[in-house]
């Protein structure tokens, strides 16, 4: 009895062992799988930030990267916080108020050319495409109806070009009246819209200077800034006749009754870019995880913008407060697929608000020497300038390699397909997707900026195309 007794003990204690290494042998390979996932991860040197936004509907990827937890899944917590103005936005960037923000697409850009407050800013992600409208008052568009071809229907044929215009400024300045308009600020896609929407209908929008930064010399159109919430407002107010600004402000001027939108930037730019995320370069040089974990949770929230089916939701997150704040009837008119010009007159435009489709969260090289060539076209860069100098200063600002990393991980993590990725040398395809039909080649920045009637023209000699 004994000796079995002590054969069971044997055994029992053999199988503790056995059970205790069996559950070591676990916690070892577990352990094993932790390091593995942690090493997969990036460190993040700084997880606590704060981003700037102004309230426009092209804010989104930052409001969907928070509420739907992207930045959290990066170890990044993130604060949004409203902006009063776009040089708030920059100036704060620049101070290190802000860690980055929602920005135009313009303003890193002027930053590193040497037009306005200078600063080494850099852009990893793009945004979105088109989301612009060009809008008049009610008065002026009464004046402009029976300029424009109308369909069988009886409504506008679009797109609308600034021919129908003329007559009316013409008109205005007959009574000793100057044709005032509003756009956001003096580097914004809006500035740059509005003046070639006007420009390829003959109608000069001004010159800029070196002494002159009003950009008003020999102006057909007087244009100033007004912060993009105060447009419908100031157009109410009979201050401006028309603007050139982002959702939901033109969409408001229809639901208050105040004003016809007559244009979209795509009509005028085939999808072109909007807005950018931007960094100072020393942000990024310090902390290189974060931003390239910033960028992974940017491109995730533009995705999940562009999936189908979930642009209701993102509708009803930028209707909080803390976001856009505007009612959502009158963001959903441009965020879910369609536009209303007159009221009553609403149409399909799936891709008015681009946030993922066509590689629009790339920050190709090419879209940022178009703005380049806008500065310098307009006066705003007034010496001229080498087509190699637009290739540096843009490979100075727009950083498709941390893109690119950012997008790496997220194919490996499972979160998009390696077909996503654009196989491309930074720059897009020529193209002629503008509401004149000029062709844009930005490896041609020269002939490009020389081919416009209104603007400045460029001293060719010695001055050669980039390296195609």
């Known amino acids: 009895m004994k000796t079995m007794n002590f054969k069971i003990g044997i055994f029992l204690t053999a199988m503790i062992f056995l059970s205790c290494g069996g559950e070591k042998k676990k916690e070892i390979a577990s ?5 593995k996932e942690d090493t997969s991860k990036l460190v993040i040197e700084k997880p606590q930030l704060t981003f700037g936004f102004i309230k426009l509907t092209d804010m989104a990827p930052l409001a969907i990267a928070k509420e739907k937890g992207f930045f959290e899944d990066e170890g990044l917590f993130v604060s949004v916080e409203a902006q009063s103005n776009w040089k708030n936005v920059l100036d704060r960037v620049i101070d290190g108020q802000l860690d980055g923000s929602h920005m135009l697409a313009g303003q890193p850009i002027a930053a590193g050319a040497g037009f306005g407050r200078q600063a080494e800013l850099v852009t990893p992600f793009s945004m979105d495409l088109n989301g612009n409208g060009i809008t008049v ?4 568009w009464s004046k402009m109806k029976p300029n424009v071809p109308q369909g069988e229907d009886g409504k506008p044929i679009h797109p609308i070009t600034a021919e129908s215009l003329k007559p009316v400024i013409e008109s205005y300045k007959n009574e000793g009246k100057a044709f005032k308009m509003g756009m956001v600020f003096p580097v914004s896609t809006h500035n740059y819209e509005i003046r070639y929407w006007l420009a390829a209908a003959g109608i000069n929008p001004g010159m800029y200077s070196k ?25 109410e107010a009979g201050t401006i006749y028309g603007y050139c600004v982002g959702e939901p402000w033109n969409q408001q ?8 939108p007559v244009t979209t930037n795509y ?8 807005k950018v995320f931007v960094m100072t370069k020393k942000f990024v040089k310090e902390y290189p995880n974060t931003a390239t974990a910033v960028t992974k949770a940017l491109i995730r929230a533009g995705k999940w913008l562009d999936t189908p089916g979930n642009r209701k939701e993102a509708v009803k997150i930028l209707s909080m407060p803390e976001y856009v704040g505007a009612d959502e009837v009158v963001l959903a008119n441009s965020m879910t697929g369609t536009f209303e010009f007159e009221k009553g007159d609403k149409r399909e435009m799936p891709d008015f608000n681009v946030f993922y489709r066509y590689d629009a969260t790339y920050p190709f090289y ?6 380049l060539t806008q500065m310098r076209r307009w006066g705003q860069i007034p010496e001229s300038k080498s087509a190699e100098w637009y290739d540096t200063t843009i490979k100075d600002i727009y950083r498709p390699d941390i893109w690119t990393k950012a997008a790496n991980l997220l194919v490996e993590e499972g979160h998009l397909e390696a077909s996503e990725l654009p196989k491309t040398d930074g720059y897009k395809p020529v193209t002629t997707d503008f509401i004149d039909g000029n062709k844009y080649d930005a490896k041609d920045p020269i002939g490009y900026i020389n081919s416009f009637g209104i603007g400045n023209k460029e001293n060719v000699e010695g001055v050669s195309s980039i390296e195609k």
């Open 253 to 260: 001027a229809v639901f208050k009754g105040i004003g016809v």
């Open 137 to 140: 008052s009610n008065d002026v």
């Open 366 to 371: 090419s879209d940022g020497i178009w703005f």
């Open 31 to 35: 352990s094993e799988a932790n390091a």
């Open 267 to 274: 009509d005028i730019w085939k999808n072109n870019p909007e």
């Open 211 to 235: 002494d002159n930064i009003q950009g008003q010399i020999d102006a057909d159109v007087l244009l100033s800034v007004t912060p993009p919430p105060q447009m419908p407002a100031t157009l």
